[in-house]
């Protein structure tokens, strides 16, 4: 195997899928990817056993050949190449040798047979979403992803069409403190879709894929895997087998206390008062009344901090407080000039909604303060 290459192509599949390897593998195979040179393309290949990442590129190549290498320390060799470097790559003596300008590297590799692959999806529901939708969603609800193992099903995003308009498909993410839920238009050919749970590492490399395109990414859906295809790129993954809790019945539906706040404000004046928070509770208090919403942190070992914002305000005077890094996480994702919410008392969830984004929504649990 040989062939010729410039930094910029190679580095772009590089630091797509390196990413899906893990550091540190009992298996050591699976720290490497896989180079495939033939005819004039080359295919990338990378799997953690859980997610599946291939693309392909184009490159001069002088001669067939497949083998795998370690893809941390390759992406890492390439990364620190100058721009615009000309790179030359062979397989020389079960070794695989990176030549380029004045720099050599030789690397180990292991043999592409025996290299683990995961099967294919033979029959699911296929359809197409626009990278925008898919980027909306994602934003809007991967925060809200439960980092507890123990809890695995709510480690994804799940993914459904609404019960009772089956004209919408719903994504939806908790971790017992917070929800989002974001409602999209169901793209043509999903309707029928099997409800399934992404898993949280799957949502953050498709997140990266999804970046640099602006068209349409094919998807393709079975009971236990999922398939994406993002330009030249394909990464399956398998999905979350488990049942996501019944999430609608902590959604407020009669919060008759209305609050809307300018967003910049609002996350500025949370963001400085919670300076002095405890870093175990990271709580701030609201006190609400009239058009005056202040914002109060104290915390016994350095001090106290207090800021007042104007609002607008329906509903009878309260105090509430929030994890102020979950605020800051909901208000991270508001895109209209206010931030909205409806609230009941003390001690129950809060509704955050968007004026700009239709159909998405946050909850929050309050804490004691």
Do not use: W
């Not at 990271?282 to 609400?288: G, H, Q, S, T, Y």
């Amino acid at each position: 195997m040989k062939f010729a290459i410039v930094k910029t192509d190679l580095i772009k599949p590089l630091s797509h899928i390196h990413s899906v390897v893990e550091r540190k593998n009992a298996i050591t195979i699976l720290s490497n990817l896989v180079i495939e040179a033939a005819g004039n393309e080359i295919n990338f290949i990378a799997t953690d056993m859980e997610i599946d990442v291939k693309e392909k590129i184009l490159a001069n190549i002088v001669s067939d050949g497949k083998i795998t290498v370690p893809a941390h320390t390759l992406h890492d060799i390439v990364k620190k190449l100058p721009d615009g470097s000309e790179i030359l790559m062979s397989l020389q003596e079960n070794n695989l040798v990176l030549e380029s300008g004045k720099s050599k590297f030789t690397l180990p590799t292991l043999p592409f047979d025996d290299f683990p692959v995961m099967t294919e999806i033979l029959d699911g529901t296929e359809f197409s979403i626009s990278s925008e939708d898919l980027k909306n969603l994602i934003d809007n609800t991967k925060f809200a992803i439960s980092l507890e193992e123990t809890r695995y099903y709510l480690n994804g995003i799940y993914i459904h069409q609404d019960e009772d308009d089956k004209n919408i498909l719903k994504g939806v993410a908790t971790d017992g403190h917070r929800l989002a839920q974001v409602k999209l238009k169901i793209p043509n050919g999903a309707d029928g879709m099997p409800a399934i749970i992404i898993p949280r590492k799957t949502v953050n490399e498709l997140r990266k894929l999804i970046e640099e395109t602006d068209g349409d990414i094919a998807i393709i859906v079975s009971k236990n895997k999922i398939r994406f295809n993002v330009n030249n790129c394909v990464l399956t993954s398998k999905l979350i087998d488990g049942t996501f809790p019944d999430y609608q019945r902590v959604i407020p539906k009669e919060n008759s206390n209305k609050l809307q706040v300018l967003t910049k404000d609002f996350k500025d004046a949370v963001d400085r008062v919670s300076t002095i928070s405890m870093e175990k509770t990271r709580a701030v208090k609201l006190e609400i009344k009239n058009k005056s919403l202040v914002l109060k942190v104290n915390n016994s070992e350095i001090g106290n901090a207090v800021e007042e914002l104007s609002i607008d305000f329906e509903g009878d005077e309260l105090e509430i407080g929030f994890n102020s890094k979950y605020l800051l996480d909901i208000a991270s994702q508001i895109q209209g000039s206010k931030i909205q919410f409806s609230l009941s008392d003390s001690s129950s969830p809060a509704l955050i909604t968007d004026e700009e984004q239709e159909g998405t929504i946050f909850v929050l649990m309050p804490m004691r303060v």
